[in-house]
Each structure stands twice: as C-alpha cells, then as structure tokens.
C-alpha cells in the first residue's frame, strides 16, 4: 500500500506562489509515475501535473504550462508542485496521486490519493 499525505496549501494573492509537498510512505515499488490533480468546487477533479519516475518526463496541463513546475525528492521521499504567478482560476483542493505510466500519457491509480490540500487565490 502507498500512502500520500499533501500539504503546502494557502491563501494567496493573484501574481503570488506556493509550493505543495507531497510525501509518500509505505511500497512504491509497483508505482512508475505521480501526478498531481486539482478539483474545483462544483467541477470534476482535473489533471494538473505528472513526473515520470525512470526517465524524469514530465507533463502538464496546458492552463498551467509554464506557471507549474512537478519535481521530485527521492531522499525525502517527496514530490512537489511549484505553482508560480497563480491566478483565481486555480483555486481548488489539490490532490497527489501515485500511478503508471504508458503511451506518453499519465494514468492514476484509483487506489492511491491523498487527502488533499486547499489552494484558494484571490483576486
């Protein structure tokens, strides 16, 4: 079983930055891939970021592209975002989620989500 425990969310002004962790804990060895996803009150969870293990890819939504950057630290066991120049759109409760990877495309494990972080930017 893989646990995800994110944190790093806040309130932040348009134009401002954060940076969410994500911590894992417990095997990973069957996970090849983590993304991050975000849901916005009233709409479907979204695909935001993802980071390919083996061969360091990474892929990102194009509302983000440029803004967000996904990276990993294997010895803290911990992936981040770096969301940088956030606009209100953006607020939504951020979510890690371990997966696989396959055809150029990320594909979460339904079985492997955190609890979630709140990223609420104002205007």
């Known amino acids: 079983q893989v646990q995800l425990v994110e944190s790093g969310g806040g309130l932040v002004q348009a134009g401002g930055s954060l940076r969410l962790s994500c911590a894992v804990s417990?095997?990973?060895?069957?996970?090849?891939?983590m993304g991050w996803f975000r849901q916005a009150p009233g709409k479907e969870r979204e695909f935001v970021a993802a980071?390919?293990?083996?061969?360091?890819?990474?892929k990102y939504a194009d509302s983000v592209k440029g803004r967000f950057t996904i990276s990993r630290d294997n010895a803290k066991n911990t992936v981040y975002l770096q969301m940088n120049n956030l606009k209100p759109e953006d607020t939504a409760v951020y979510y890690c989620?371990?997966?696989?990877?396959?055809?150029?495309?990320?594909?979460?494990?339904?079985?492997?989500w955190g609890q979630g972080t709140q990223v609420t930017v104002s205007s």
């Open positions: 989620n371990a997966g696989v990877v396959g055809g150029g495309n990320y594909h979460p494990n339904p079985r492997y």
């Open positions: 417990g095997r990973t060895f069957s996970t090849f891939g």
């Open positions: 980071l390919w293990w083996s061969g360091g890819s990474t």
